[in-house]
C-alpha cells in the first residue's frame, strides 16, 4: 500500500483476567483511508477500540499515531482525555453516548470543550465577559452549526438530544465527535439500526468528511453492504485473533474468513469431534 | 408547548367496579398496617399489671375514612384534575410559563424591600435572613449536585469549615469581617478539592456515601480539637461585622451617631440581612454566568455522560474538582456569614440534618434551578416556622409534603430547563437573557 499509516497497532494483547480479548495484533490503518474492522460477535473489535481510545490500558503492545505534521503519540501510555485533546482521536460508542439532557447545539460545543476553556482564559475571563471569549465561542457555535448542517439536523439545534429518533442521534453523535477535529475518527457501528436508505446516506457522508476534511477512519461494522462498499482496507478478527487483512476483495475471498462467518463445513466437525474423543 | 385539545382515554380512570377494588385493598392495607399500632393498646391496670384494651371502634373509623377516601381519588380526584389540565387553553398556559420570569423579578425585589417592610418584626426579620442563608446554601449546592450531577450529602462541612475559619482567623488575627470572608471562602474550597480527589471515581450512591462520612469526619474533628476549635464548647464572642469600619452599638462612633439616628439594634439586623442578600445574588450571577461558559457545559455534560465527556477531551478529574471547589467555597461563604450573625457556633450546628435539609431544597426546587431552590427555600423554611406551634405534627405535614412532591412533580417545582446557549440568534438570546436574570433570593 502506498499511502502513509497514520496509526499503527503493534502485537496488541488484551487481557482480562483468564479472558483473552485480544492476542498478538498487529495492522496498520493508512492517512485518508477508511479501516474497517469486521469479525462475528465477541472478536475483539470493541475492545481494541477501547485501547486505541484510551478507555483500556493494553496488556501487551504498542498503539503509534502519526499526525499528518510528523508529530507521534504513543496512545497506550496516553489517558483517555488526552487521546482525544491531544492526539486528536474522537470516537462514537456502540450505544450512542449523548448528552440526552442538553440541546444538540450544547452537545457540539461540549465537543469544542478545549479551545473554548482556552479562549475563556480557563474561566476567569469568560466570567468577567471578555471579548475574546464571545468571538471564540460565535466562532464554535458557527462550527457546530456547520456540522448540525452536514447531518441535517440544523433546524433542532435547539431540541434536547434525547428527543431525536435513533437514527439522527447517531448522525449527531458523528457530527459531535468531527467537532474535536480529528485527526483519525473512531466509529464503533455506525450504520447499526438504520434502515437501507439511511445507511446508504451514512456511506455517503463518510467519503465525503475524508475527502473534505482529510481524516481517517477506523470503522467496526456488521454491516457488510456499507463494509464492502466503503472501506479501502479490511481487518477480520475472531477470538481475538487477526485472520485476514486486505481489500474488500481480498477478505470477501479468504476462505478464513468464510469458515468464521460461515462455520466449518460438516464432515470437519465430525472429524474434531473424533480428535476430541480419542 | 401547545397541547391539542383531544379527548383521549385516560388510562388511569378506573370504572366504578375497579375504583371500590382499589379502595378495599387500600382498606385492607390499613387494617394490617393499625391493627397491632390503633387496635390494640397495653394500660396500666389497677394492679400495676399491663392490661391489654382493645379500640377497635377507632380502628374501624380510620379504615372506613381510608375506603373512602381512596374511592373518592380514584372516582372524582383524577377526573377533577384531568379535566381541569385539559380545560386549561394553551394560551394560559405559555403565558404562565413566560410569567416565571416576572416571578423571578419579583421575587428579587420583594427580597430587596423586606427590611422595609418588616423592619419592627425582629422575627421575621430574622426568618428572612435564615431563608436567604439557606438560598445561599442551596445555590453552592446546586452547582455540585443540580449541574455536575454529584451527590453531595456532606455538604455542611464546608459551611463548618467557612464559619470555623471566620470564627478563628477573626479571633487570632483581628482581622475584619471583609477580609477574613473571601479567606473562609477559600478555605473551604480547598476542603472542596480536599474532598474531591478520594471521590473521583466514585458515581451515584457511592459518591453519596463518602460524602455524608467526610461530612461527619469534619463535625467530628470540630468536636474533638479541643485546643483549636474549643470541642462541644465551640467559639464565642466572634467579632460582629461593621458596616465599614463603623460598628452597630451605641457609642458615639457607632454607625447610629455617624449618621445622626437614634440607635436601635435592628440596624444590625438590616445591615446582615443585606449583606447575606448581596452573597447569595453573587453566588446567582456567578452560577448563572458560569453555566454559560465551558466549565458549566462541561459540568452537565459529566451529569448526562462522564463516559462521552472523557471521549471528548474533557478533563473530567478537573471539571469535578472545579465542581466541588465551587460549591464548597459558596457553602464557606455562608458559614463565615452564619458565624458573624450568631457570634457563637458549635459542632452542634453542623449535624448532618443540615446537609440533608439544603439537599431536600436543592432536589424539591428542581436540580439546576435556581428560581425553584430560591422557591424552596422559602417555602419551607417558611413551612417550618408556620408549622412551629404545632410542633408535634411539623415533621409529619414535612414528610406528607415530600411524598405529594415526589408523585406529582418528581423534578422538582421548577422542573424545565433552559439552555446555556440558543442556536438562534447569538450569545444571550432574549429569551436566555430573561432566564439568565431569573431565580433571585428570597
Known amino acids: 500500500m502506498t499511502a502513509t499509516p497514520i496509526l499503527a497497532v503493534e502485537h496488541l494483547t488484551m487481557r482480562f483476567g483468564g479472558l483473552l480479548a485480544v492476542s498478538d495484533l498487529s495492522f496498520s490503518a493508512s492517512e485518508r483511508h477508511i479501516t474497517a474492522l469486521i469479525g462475528p460477535n465477541g472478536a475483539g473489535k470493541t475492545t481494541l477500540f477501547n485501547c486505541i481510545t484510551g478507555f483500556y490500558r493494553p496488556t501487551v503492545g504498542r498503539l503509534s499515531l502519526v499526525h499528518p505534521g510528523g508529530a507521534t503519540f504513543l496512545l497506550e501510555r496516553l489517558s483517555e482525555f488526552r487521546i482525544a485533546k491531544e492526539a486528536r482521536v474522537a470516537r462514537t460508542f456502540q450505544n450512542v453516548r449523548l448528552f440526552a439532557g442538553m440541546t444538540l447545539l450544547e452537545n457540539l460545543l461540549v465537543a469544542q470543550h478545549n479551545t473554548l476553556m482556552v479562549a475563556s482564559g480557563f474561566t476567569v475571563l469568560g466570567l468577567f465577559g471578555a471579548r475574546r471569549y464571545a468571538r471564540a465561542e460565535a466562532g464554535a457555535v458557527d462550527k457546530a452549526r456547520y456540522w448540525l448542517d452536514r447531518v441535517g439536523l440544523a433546524d433542532r439545534a435547539d431540541d434536547p438530544a434525547g428527543a431525536l429518533p435513533y437514527g439522527a442521534q447517531r448522525r449527531l453523535e458523528i457530527a459531535r465527535a468531527m467537532c474535536t477535529d480529528p485527526v483519525l475518527l473512531c466509529l464503533d457501528e455506525p450504520a447499526a439500526g438504520l434502515n437501507n436508505r439511511e445507511s446508504a446516506e451514512l456511506n455517503e457522508f463518510l467519503r465525503a468528511i475524508r475527502s473534505e476534511h482529510g481524516i481517517s477512519i477506523l470503522l467496526i461494522e456488521h454491516d457488510m453492504g456499507v463494509v464492502m462498499e466503503i472501506s479501502d482496507h479490511i481487518v477480520v478478527l475472531d477470538y481475538g485473533v487477526k485472520i485476514a487483512d486486505g481489500t474488500p476483495e481480498e477478505v470477501r475471498n479468504d476462505p478464513n474468513v468464510i469458515a468464521a462467518y460461515l462455520g466449518v463445513p460438516n464432515e470437519e466437525i465430525g472429524r474434531i469431534e473424533a480428535e476430541v474423543r480419542s | 408547548m401547545p397541547v391539542p385539545h383531544v379527548r383521549e382515554p385516560n388510562p388511569k380512570r378506573l370504572d366504578g367496579i375497579a375504583a371500590l377494588k382499589q379502595a378495599a385493598r387500600a382498606a385492607g392495607i390499613a387494617v394490617g398496617l393499625f391493627v397491632l399500632l390503633l387496635g390494640v393498646r397495653t394500660e396500666q391496670g389497677p394492679t400495676g399489671a399491663l392490661v391489654i384494651t382493645t379500640r377497635f371502634g377507632l380502628l374501624a373509623e380510620i379504615v372506613a375514612a381510608v375506603f373512602l377516601l381512596s374511592l373518592a381519588r380514584s372516582l372524582v380526584w383524577q377526573r377533577v384534575v384531568a379535566d381541569f389540565t385539559r380545560l386549561v387553553p394553551a394560551a394560559v398556559r405559555t403565558a404562565a410559563a413566560g410569567l416565571s420570569h416576572h416571578l423571578a423579578r419579583a421575587f428579587v425585589v420583594f427580597a430587596l424591600l423586606a427590611p422595609v417592610f418588616f423592619y419592627t418584626n425582629r422575627y421575621l426579620l430574622d426568618l428572612a435572613i435564615l431563608i436567604v442563608t439557606y438560598t445561599m446554601l442551596g445555590f453552592g449546592l446546586n452547582i455540585v449536585v443540580g449541574l455536575a450531577g454529584l451527590l453531595d450529602l456532606g455538604y455542611v462541612a464546608f459551611y463548618a469549615v467557612g464559619a470555623y475559619s471566620y470564627a478563628l482567623i477573626a479571633q487570632t488575627f483581628g482581622l475584619s469581617f471583609w ?25 451515584g450512591d457511592y459518591l453519596a456515601i463518602v460524602t455524608l462520612g467526610f461530612g461527619e469526619i469534619i463535625r467530628l474533628i470540630l468536636l474533638n480539637w479541643q485546643s483549636l476549635t474549643g470541642g462541644p464548647n465551640g467559639i464565642s464572642g466572634i467579632p460582629r461585622p461593621s458596616f465599614f469600619g463603623l460598628p452597630f452599638n451605641s457609642s458615639p462612633d457607632g454607625f447610629a451617631a455617624t449618621f445622626g439616628l437614634h440607635y436601635s439594634p435592628t440596624h444590625r439586623i438590616v445591615f446582615l440581612y443585606y449583606v447575606i442578600l448581596a452573597l447569595a445574588l453573587l453566588t446567582n450571577w456567578v452560577t448563572l454566568r458560569l453555566r454559560r461558559l465551558p466549565i458549566g457545559r462541561a459540568w452537565e455534560a459529566l451529569r448526562e455522560d462522564e463516559i462521552a465527556c472523557r471521549a471528548l477531551g474533557v478533563n473530567t478529574t478537573n471539571t469535578k474538582l472545579t465542581a466541588f471547589a465551587m460549591g464548597a467555597m459558596f457553602g464557606g461563604l455562608a458559614g463565615a456569614f452564619f458565624a458573624t450573625r450568631q457570634g457563637f457556633i458549635s459542632p452542634e450546628s453542623f449535624t448532618f440534618s443540615e446537609s440533608a435539609l439544603v439537599l431536600a431544597i436543592v432536589v424539591l426546587g428542581g436540580m439546576g434551578s435556581q428560581l ?71
Open chain 2, 372 to 442: 425553584g431552590v430560591a422557591v424552596a427555600a422559602t417555602v419551607m423554611l417558611g413551612g417550618f416556622e408556620l408549622f412551629r406551634e404545632f410542633d408535634q405534627y411539623r415533621m409529619l405535614v414535612f414528610g406528607l409534603a415530600m411524598v405529594a412532591i415526589v408523585i406529582y412533580r418528581p423534578r422538582g417545582l421548577v422542573a424545565t430547563r433552559a439552555p446555556s446557549i440558543s442556536g438562534r440568534g447569538g450569545n444571550v438570546p432574549a429569551g436566555l437573557g430573561r432566564n439568565a436574570r431569573s431565580g433571585g433570593a428570597a
Open chain 2, 179 to 203: 477580609i477574613c470572608l473571601p479567606l473562609a471562602g477559600i478555605l473551604a474550597a480547598f476542603a472542596g478539592v480536599l474532598l474531591g480527589f478520594p471521590v473521583l471515581r466514585l458515581r
